[in-house]
């Protein structure tokens, strides 16, 4: 592993820093291996770090060895690296301000996914909301969108099975025939480590994604989902995807800060209308945001166009997480 992506290893392992604290230290220092370099004092002070994220940041840096049994770990583990500066760091999302300095991935990354579409939505849908999902889903896929969700229960687990559904065309499951098929490509953004795939009932699920897409995550082997990640977690699936569908929502939950972060990359966000209040209410909260309320049928053309249309330049407007509405049961 080359000296720079054991700096930006080193610098992603560095405890309360984002990827905006992480990217200007960076900078600052000239290159991540610029950062590892510096003295306390100068992380202190140039780098705008607190005194123990400096200590340990210098104690990271002494400890390369560390580093390369992490990455020694998740290469036995079939998972590799990808930062900003590799070609195949996905180029959908580099153009965030706060795109993650490095991804943990396992499974394949390919050109096709830059004609991603997020599916996302409430953990405890209706089973009406199921069905929709998986028909927006597998057609989406079946005309080789990638569909990227977040591997929770209800709607994301619906939007990977619809897609693994368009691989195995048709039969619900994905097999080893379909391995090199451009259909039913999903992509899972976990809020967790790479290794750590939560909830426990999609772990097999998981599985099965790695098999037709990625799973991909910017936090650290080992780490347990949270608040904090999860909500970063819905940046990611906004960055990566030019259109988002929201199949199902209340007026809370994490599907609106990924509605946020698309609609402030100038990405469309398309809401499925249902006619139940709590639903229905879900919805109008989204159009008021600026999504477009739409039915299974029009979310699967538009997202299609979308996906395959040239990347949008970004209105320069993305909002800081902390003002996004926080997940809450969704």
Request: net charge neutral.
């Amino acid at each position: 592993m080359s000296p720079r992506t054991l700096a930006w290893l080193a610098l992603n392992h560095l405890p309360g820093a984002g990827a905006v604290t992480l990217r200007r230290l960076a900078s600052r220092f000239g290159s991540p291996e610029g950062a590892l370099q510096a003295s306390r004092e100068e992380l202190i002070t140039v780098g705008s770090l607190a005194p123990a994220q400096a200590d340990e940041l210098i104690r990271l840096a002494r400890d390369i060895a560390q580093l390369e049994r992490i990455a020694a770990n998740l290469e036995r583990a079939g998972a590799f690296l990808l930062t900003l500066d590799d070609d195949d760091y996905p180029a959908n999302l580099r153009p965030l301000r706060d795109s993650p300095l490095l991804l943990y991935a396992r499974g394949t990354l390919t050109a096709q996914d830059e004609g991603a579409a997020a599916i996302v939505g409430t953990r405890t849908p209706s089973d009406a909301a199921i069905a929709v999902t998986q028909q927006i889903s597998t057609a989406l896929a079946a005309r080789g969108v990638t569909v990227v969700s977040g591997l929770a229960l209800g709607v994301d687990g619906a939007a990977h099975r619809g897609a693994l559904t368009a691989r195995a065309g048709g039969a619900g499951h994905c097999d080893s025939s379909a391995e090199d098929s451009p259909a039913g490509r999903t992509i899972a953004v976990l809020g967790s480590g790479i290794d750590r795939v939560t909830p426990r009932e999609h772990r097999a699920l998981a599985e099965q994604v790695a098999t037709s897409g990625a799973l991909m995550s910017e936090v650290a082997p080992g780490t347990a989902a949270s608040r904090e990640t999860l909500l970063a977690r819905n940046r990611i699936q906004a960055g990566l995807s030019k259109a988002v569908i929201v199949a199902q929502c209340r007026t809370r939950g994490g599907s609106f800060v990924t509605a946020r972060r698309a609609l402030a990359a100038g990405r469309p966000v398309f809401a499925v209308s249902w006619e139940e209040p709590e639903f229905a209410d879900g919805a109008a909260r989204l159009a008021h945001m600026g999504a477009r309320m739409v039915g299974a049928a029009q979310a699967i053309d538009l997202a299609a166009a979308a996906a395959f249309a040239p990347l949008p330049q970004s209105p320069q407007r993305e909002m800081l997480l902390g003002n996004a509405t926080a997940p809450d049961g969704e």
